[in-house]
């Protein structure tokens, strides 16, 4: 009696002796196409998005109160969500800040304190954002330590280079200066990435009392940070930023904890 073909093929000691090697090419094919598929139909995946799409909508640190984002931090979140709503696929929304220099943080009931970038996230939330498209930054202090942190530990880690920046148009010119600056400098790793930041102004969102000291503490900061200000000239680095940031920035260098700490206009401090 002739046996069949394929049972013939299974006793073969040749083919039995490359099943190992089968079985584990089979496992690195199947591997390599689950792998290519989750980053292609990634909705954070760069290679999906077209040339107008966004990677991250971010919140510039404002402020807070003990019950919430303040109005003109609101003003920034409500814009953030509908820019988001707006897009397909959907960006990651950043929230910023751990507080502010200025005046304490709030806490919560049980004595912890709360985070600005964690207060707006949970704003988002409870306004229709996805929890996983928003990401916390929550180490800075102040505008440069925005820029800084957000840079370091979210836009260069996941290649986020197109940017939308959210602030309040009192705010937006040292904003804008200060970001401009920091996202151009190169890391000691590789080039800047080729950022495109894109800026978007709200109304203001505080009372005209408040505004105006606020306009004028703005107005004697801004040039600080202009192109051809000394910082500027100094900053042509990520590692020349993290050295001035924790060196001479008194919001983050140890230094700080040697000196009183600034005095604020109760009324200007509404704005932080």
């Known amino acids: 009696m002739v046996k069949p073909w394929w049972r013939s093929l299974l006793s073969s000691k040749q083919i039995l002796n490359f099943t190992p090697m089968l079985f584990f090419i089979t496992v690195a094919l199947f591997s390599a196409a689950l792998f290519y598929r989750q980053v292609l139909d990634s909705p954070k995946s760069r290679s999906t998005r077209g040339r107008d799409d966004i990677d991250a909508i971010i919140v510039a640190g404002g402020g807070q109160t003990a019950t919430g984002p303040p109005p003109h931090v609101v003003l920034r979140l409500e814009k953030a969500v509908q820019i988001y709503n707006s897009r397909s696929p959907k960006p990651y929304i950043i929230t910023q800040g751990r507080g502010t220099p200025h005046k304490p943080s709030p806490l919560d009931d049980r004595g912890f304190e ?30 440069v330590g925005n820029a800084y942190f957000v840079r370091a530990l979210h836009t260069d880690v996941l290649s986020l280079y197109r940017l939308v920046v959210i602030n309040n148009f009192w705010h937006m010119p040292r904003c804008k200066a200060v970001f401009d600056h920091v996202f151009s400098v190169p890391s000691d790793r590789a080039d800047n990435g080729g950022y495109t930041l894109e800026y978007v102004s709200v109304d203001s969102g ?67």
């Open 114 to 143: 709360i985070h600005e970038s964690s207060m707006n996230a949970k704003w988002l939330i409870e306004h229709g954002v996805d929890p996983s498209d928003i990401l916390e930054e929550s180490a800075s202090l102040e505008t």
């Open 206 to 272: 505080l009372t005209s009392d408040v505004l105006e000291l606020r306009l004028e503490r703005e107005k004697k900061s801004l040039p600080n940070f202009l192109p051809n200000s000394p910082w500027a000239k100094k900053i042509k680095t990520l590692r020349d930023l993290h050295r001035w940031l924790f060196s001479e920035n008194t919001a983050y260098a140890s230094k700080r904890l040697t000196m009183k700490r600034e005095a604020i206009d109760p009324t200007v401090a509404k704005s932080y």
